[in-house]
């Protein structure tokens, strides 16, 4: 019985250990999840705001840019975003399983892989999907320079017509609960945003020099912006699953703990219980 009272003593410790490193973890994902969180929302309207101005000058000007021509598809490179840890729920999985299941979809070409994230680089290589190239370090980070350098690289890739087509699969960020596995085609642009959706709107605007010159320079703004608006709600997204999957790590491990204590104050109860009868055994024997 004392055995298995300090078995319990020591498994109440390892647990409450564990509880303390996931709830750290919780508060570091936290902290970045409000930095991520503020930077997302303050990207949002700048996009948004691009990609109308974009439809507005299309509409007013004779489209003759590459990244609005549409091309004969031969090779498509798709851009995946995860993270480079774990302990964040099913975000990797939940991100890797879209990505081939979109890829097994779209085999109609070639398709190459253009990989942020440690987890989907090592999920694609062991399943001997062709990686171009893989970025691992970015550690869920906003950093504007590396992810205009992505973004550089894939228009690089694209103009130089290595590829026909890019596509995005990152996470969508909805709320801290709830971000939900997304696609979009980045290059060339699709044929609705090129041809813009509202006519005569660009009627309102004085251009200098020109429309054309304004959206030759603001088309590889868009490319950039919406890279960048990809790469921020996955890594927000990563920060919300990390800091809801240790939320209920920290529950679990407290949860267990009240079970152990339970279990250890009973096994003493019936040692104090079982030494009592023997004394009081020994007393009436002595009697």
Not at 26 to 31: F, P, T
Not at 52 to 69: C, G, K, N, R, Y
Not at 100 to 110: I, Y
Not at 217 to 232: C, G, Q, S, T, Y
Request: proline share 3%.
């Amino acid at each position: 019985m004392a055995a298995n009272i300090k078995d319990l003593d020591k498994r109440i410790r390892s647990v409450r250990n564990t509880q303390q490193i996931t709830k750290a973890m919780k508060m570091v994902a936290a902290a970045k999840l409000r930095r991520t969180q503020d930077r997302l929302v303050a990207g949002r309207p700048y996009g948004t705001k691009l990609t109308e101005l974009l439809a507005q000058l299309a509409a007013a000007a004779s489209i003759d840019h590459p990244f609005v021509q549409q091309r004969e598809l031969r090779k498509r490179l798709v851009l995946v975003v995860s993270s480079d840890k774990g302990l964040c729920g099913s975000y990797n999985s939940n991100i890797v399983r879209v990505a081939e299941n979109w890829l097994k979809a779209h085999h109609d070409v070639e398709n190459e892989l253009f990989i942020v994230g440690r987890k989907a680089r090592e999920y694609f290589r062991r399943r001997r999907w062709p990686i171009v190239e893989a970025i691992a370090d970015m550690g869920g980070m906003i950093d504007l320079s590396r992810i205009h350098g992505v973004a550089d690289e894939l228009m690089r890739r694209y103009l130089e017509d290595e590829y026909q087509e890019v596509v995005v699969v990152y996470t969508r960020f909805v709320s801290t609960l709830s971000y939900r596995p997304s696609s979009f085609q980045l290059l060339p642009f699709p044929k609705e945003e090129a041809a813009g959706e509202q006519d005569g709107a660009s009627k309102s605007y004085i251009y200098e020099p020109d429309a054309e010159t304004v959206l030759e320079r603001l088309l590889p703004k868009a490319v950039r912006v919406k890279v960048f608006n990809a790469l921020a709600e996955s890594f927000t997204s990563e920060h919300g699953a990390r800091m809801t999957s240790m939320g209920s790590a920290t529950d679990n491990a407290g949860e267990l703990i009240d079970q152990l204590t339970l279990f250890r104050n009973r096994a003493r109860q019936a040692a104090i219980t079982q030494e009592i009868s023997e004394i009081v055994g020994g007393a009436d024997a002595l009697d």
